[in-house]
Nanobody, 128 residues
């Protein structure tokens, strides 16, 4: 039974920073693709960043490049998202997602929700 649990959301002023974490269990961690998505009120869920857990290659949406950094700790089976220079438009529920397939990470945008079989319940990030 795969479980993804996010933590680290909260409220911050514009220009501030937050760090999100995702703990994975029941998941073969080191040959897959893991990602962060977000969903703002009234908008579709969108991919933010992803990491190929085997190679460590990372990919970012244009809207967060240079501000967000995705990383992983293979031993702890955790993935993190360091968010800097936050903007009000970053306000959303942030979801951790995992795919069984490493090749998903190499797909061109837009990143499809359906490519990820496992999801966390989300954590709220509010930037004011």
């Amino acid at each position: 039974h795969v479980q993804l649990v996010e933590s680290g959301g909260g409220s911050v002023q514009a220009g501030g920073s937050l760090r999100l974490s995702c703990a994975a269990s029941g998941y073969t961690y080191n040959r897959n693709c893991m990602a962060w998505f977000r969903q703002a009120p009234g908008k579709e869920r969108e991919g933010v960043a992803r990491i190929a857990t085997g190679s460590g290659n990372t990919y970012y949406a244009d809207s967060v490049k240079g501000r967000f950094t995705i990383s992983q700790d293979n031993a702890k089976k955790t993935m993190s998202l360091q968010m800097e220079s936050l903007k009000p438009e970053d306000t959303a529920i942030y979801y951790c997602a995992a795919s069984r397939y490493a090749w998903v990470c190499a797909l061109s945008p837009p990143w499809r929700v359906d490519d990820y079989q496992y999801w966390g319940e989300g954590t709220q990030v509010t930037v004011s």
